[in-house]
C-alpha cells in the first residue's frame, strides 16, 4: 500500500464496528521502548539516529517478524504526507515536526502502528474501533513479545521500561479512549465530568493528544501515571471509567430528546443542511456540524446516513487529506471551497453549483 491507497481507504478502526461505536470512536494503547545499545533520542547522533531507523526496519519489517507492516520514511515525506498520518493518527505532531532520521511502520488494517525514532527509540500503538481495551492489550502486548525477541530493551528490575520522559517510566503505556461527547458539551455538564476524571489522575486531550484542542466533541481520555502499576491495572483503570461516561453522555441524549426534541431536531438539520449545500466552510465548522449529525444519526433523528461515512467524513475533510484527494496543494480559502464541493458530492447534496 503507498500513501495514495492509504488517503483513500478509511481504516479499520473508523469503521464504528466496535463495542459502544456510537459513542466510543476507538481504544487505543501506545507503548513507550528504548533500545540498550543506545543513548535516548535526544542525546542521539544523526548516525546513530539512521542506525536505530535501518535496524528496526530490518529485523522487523523486512524481517518478517511484523506481517503485513508498511514501511515510510517520514524523513523523506513532504509536509503534506506528514500531516496526512498526523490525521490518522498514525503518528504524533512531534514526530512529523521533528528532524533527523525517523520512520513509521504501519499494519495494513492501521490497527497497529510503530513510531520509529521519536521522543523514545520506538512508539508502539493498537487503536481498535469502538470500546476493545482488553482486545487491544492482548494484541499489542503479542506485538511488544514479538519484538523483543529480536531486540534488547533499555530495562531496569526495579523501575521497569526506561523512557525518555520520565513520566512514563515503568510500563510506558498509554491507555487512551476516545469519546463523542456532543450531549454533555451542549448540556454543559463536560467540565464536571473533565474535573472528576482528573482527581483519578486521568487525563483529557483533544482530538490529536497531548497539547491539541477538543474538536467535533471529541475527547481522549487516558491514565497520568504508568509506574508502579501493572498494564492490566492501567487497562482495568480507564476501562472502568468510560463506562461511567458513556452513560453520563447517553442520560444527556435523552434528556435533550425528552426536553427539547423539536429544538434538537432543528439544530440537527441545520447541521445536516448547511453540510449538505454549503459553498465553502472551514474544518473546525465541518466537525462541529458532523459531530451534531453523528448524534442525530445514533439517536435516530436522521435515517439515510451510515455511522462509517460520517466517520470518514471527519477525516477525509481534514487539510491534508482534503488537498490529497483533490491531487494539488491548497491555500486555506481554496480548501474551503473543495471541502465545501467534497460534502455535497458525498453527502447527495446541492452537486450542480456554480462553485464546482
Known amino acids: 500500500m503507498n500513501i495514495d491507497e492509504l488517503t483513500r481507504s478509511p481504516g479499520e478502526w473508523l469503521k464504528g464496528s466496535g463495542p459502544e461505536s456510537d459513542i466510543v470512536m476507538s481504544s487505543r494503547i501506545r ?20 542506525s536505530i531507523r535501518d535496524l528496526v526496519r530490518a529485523r522487523l519489517v523486512e524481517g518478517g517478524q511484523c506481517d503485513h507492516w508498511m514501511y515510510f520514511d517520514v524523513e523523506a515525506l513532504d509536509d503534506l504526507e ?12 512531534e514526530h512529523a515536526e521533528a528532524e533527523g532520521p525517523r520512520a513509521v511502520a504501519v499494519c495494513a488494517d492501521e490497527r497497529a502502528s510503530l513510531m520509529i525514532n ?16 482488553e482486545s487491544a492489550w492482548e494484541h499489542i502486548n503479542a506485538i511488544d513479545d514479538e519484538i523483543e525477541a529480536h531486540v534488547t530493551y533499555a530495562f531496569k528490575e ?5 523512557t525518555a520522559c520520565p513520566t512514563n517510566v515503568g510500563t510506558g503505556m498509554r491507555v487512551s479512549v476516545m469519546l463523542h461527547l456532543p450531549a454533555l458539551v451542549i448540556t454543559r455538564q463536560i467540565e464536571r ?10 487525563a483529557v486531550r483533544g482530538l490529536y493528544g497531548e497539547g491539541s484542542q477538543a474538536m467535533g ?6 491514565n497520568q501515571i504508568t509506574l508502579g502499576r501493572s498494564e492490566q491495572e492501567l487497562v482495568r483503570q480507564v476501562g472502568d471509567v468510560v463506562p461511567v461516561i458513556i452513560q453520563y453522555e447517553r442520560q444527556a441524549r435523552e434528556a435533550l430528546v425528552r426536553e427539547g426534541r423539536k429544538t434538537l431536531l432543528d439544530r440537527v438539520s441545520r447541521a445536516y443542511g448547511i453540510l449538505r449545500t454549503a459553498q465553502k466552510i472551514s474544518s473546525e465548522e465541518t466537525m462541529h456540524l458532523l459531530s451534531s449529525v453523528r448524534m442525530g444519526v445514533n439517536l435516530g433523528l436522521i ?42 458530492h458525498k453527502l447527495g447534496g446541492d452537486g450542480d453549483s456554480e462553485s464546482e
Request: proline share 1%.
Open 31 to 50: 507503548l513507550a521502548r528504548n533500545l540498550a545499545d543506545f543513548a535516548f533520542v535526544g542525546r542521539l547522533s544523526r548516525g546513530d539516529l539512521s
Open 82 to 93: 506528514r500531516q496526512l498520518f498526523v490525521e490518522r493518527q498514525l503518528i504524533s505532531r
Open 118 to 133: 521519536e521522543e523514545d527509540h520506538l512508539r508502539v500503538q493498537v487503536m481498535h474501533s469502538g470500546l476493545d481495551l
Open 158 to 162: 526495579r523501575l521497569g521500561y526506561l
Open 193 to 202: 465530568v473533565f474535573r472528576s476524571l482528573q482527581k483519578i489522575s486521568l
Open 217 to 222: 466533541d471529541f475527547y481522549q481520555i487516558s
Open 303 to 344: 435515517g439515510d446516513l451510515e455511522i462509517a461515512t460520517l466517520n470518514e467524513l471527519f477525516l477525509r475533510t481534514q487539510p491534508a487529506h482534503l488537498q490529497r484527494l483533490s491531487g494539488s496543494v491548497l491555500d486555506t480559502a481554496d480548501r474551503n471551497i473543495e471541502r465545501a464541493r467534497y460534502l455535497r
